[in-house]
């Protein structure tokens, strides 16, 4: 068993991090730059962030590798660095984590659509599989393959985490609420059919993150807890859906907002809590609060 499900064995609700590219936003990342090249150019501000959500309260800090799979870098030229860039991401937020808490690295969609053949299965595997290992190799304790929206490239990159790493795997896919009032992704598909298929992967922990403010979050648990009562369940919610203010896209719940939906979420069934755009440390410390406290 993995560090991971240990800690949930005992019935603890863990907390997460909250929101990278913000963050790094916040920090002085360029429109059009690439969030990974940070990890080499400006390590001591990334391993800052994970330093920042450990000291808030997080149990689990994710890498800043979210889109540092070859097909992705390919556009900034830097997917000769694959390798480079995820190892050092995971180096990073390893340092701010030590050997009490727990490191996840972060896989993102390639962007590259299967359905029209834009890539191959095989592509997207060897993608998904390099940068697995790199993260394994820079130490982390599991892999989440997240904000995916297409049932098929998030079962390809579970399987090369999976089948190449020892580490536990994690998925969460990214859902928002229909005119008919059901979560669905944007290629269509339920929590319902993101269970059924990704279970036979045999992956550890299932879930959703961005698409939604939290209290969407609760009704996701709720039809994930209907087709699977027992598998583990990962949320990593948005600060409200976005606004545009002022020229800027803006996430509007207050950490005291967003805190106050976290005992429906883990009622619903939820074992680890954390935030995805527009979450701050201030976010996490009420969510790791509100969680003491229930």
């Given at each position: 068993?993995?560090?991971?499900?240990?800690?949930?064995?005992s019935?603890?609700?863990?907390?997460?991090?909250?929101?990278?590219?913000?963050?790094?936003?916040?920090?002085?990342?360029?429109?059009?730059?690439?969030?990974?090249?940070?990890?080499?150019?400006?390590?001591e501000?990334?391993?800052?962030?994970?330093?920042?959500?450990?000291?808030?309260?997080?149990?689990?800090?994710?890498?800043?590798?979210?889109?540092?799979?070859?097909l992705?870098?390919?556009?900034?030229?830097?997917?000769h660095q694959?390798?480079?860039?995820?190892?050092r991401?995971?180096?990073?937020?390893?340092?701010?984590?030590?050997?009490?808490?727990?490191?996840?690295?972060?896989v993102?969609?390639?962007?590259?659509?299967?359905?029209?053949?834009?890539?191959?299965e095989?592509?997207?595997?060897?993608a998904?599989?390099?940068?697995?290992?790199?993260?394994?190799?820079?130490?982390?304790?599991?892999?989440v393959?997240e904000?995916?929206?297409?049932?098929?490239?998030a079962?390809i990159?579970?399987?090369?985490?999976?089948?190449?790493?020892?580490?536990e795997i994690?998925?969460?896919?990214?859902?928002?609420?229909t005119?008919?009032?059901?979560?669905r992704?944007?290629?269509?598909?339920?929590?319902?059919?993101?269970?059924?298929?990704?279970?036979?992967t045999?992956?550890?922990?299932?879930g959703?993150?961005?698409?939604?403010?939290?209290?969407?979050m609760?009704?996701?648990?709720?039809e994930?807890?209907?087709s699977?009562?027992?598998?583990p369940v990962?949320?990593?919610?948005?600060?409200?859906?976005?606004?545009?203010?002022?020229g800027?896209t803006?996430?509007?719940?207050?950490?005291?907002?967003?805190?106050?939906?976290?005992?429906?979420?883990?009622?619903a069934?939820?074992?680890?809590?954390?935030g995805?755009?527009?979450?701050?440390p201030?976010h996490?410390?009420?969510?790791?609060?509100?969680?003491?406290?229930?």
């Open positions: 068993m993995g560090k991971i499900l240990d800690k949930l064995k019935g603890k609700v863990l907390v997460s991090d909250g929101a990278w590219g913000t963050f790094l936003q916040a920090k002085g990342l360029k429109p059009g730059e690439c969030p990974e090249s940070w990890n080499l150019l400006h390590p501000e990334v391993l800052d962030i994970a330093k920042r959500y450990i000291e808030a309260g997080a149990d689990i800090v994710e890498t800043n590798s979210f889109g540092g799979n070859r992705k870098l390919l556009h900034y030229g830097l997917d694959t390798t480079e860039i995820n190892q991401a995971a180096e990073l937020s390893r340092k701010a984590a030590g050997k009490e808490k727990i490191v996840i690295g972060s993102g969609p390639t962007g590259k659509i299967l359905m029209t053949g834009e890539v191959t095989e592509e997207l595997y060897e998904f599989k390099e940068q697995s290992i790199a993260l394994a190799k820079g130490g982390v304790d599991a892999i393959v904000t995916m929206s297409d049932l098929d490239e079962r990159a579970v399987n090369a985490a999976r089948e190449n790493t020892a580490c994690i998925c969460t896919m990214t859902f928002e609420k005119m008919t009032g059901e979560y992704t944007m290629m269509g598909v339920t929590p319902a059919e993101m269970v059924h298929t990704l279970k036979k045999g992956l550890d922990i299932i959703a993150n961005c698409g939604n403010g939290i209290e969407g609760t009704f996701i648990v709720k994930i807890r209907l699977d009562k027992d598998i990962l949320i990593h919610a948005n600060a409200g859906m976005p606004v545009y203010h002022e800027k803006v996430f509007p719940e207050t950490p005291e907002q967003m805190a106050a939906f976290v005992p429906s979420l883990v009622k069934g939820a074992n680890i809590i954390g995805c755009c527009g979450t701050t201030q996490i410390l009420r969510i790791s609060e509100t969680i003491k406290n229930l």
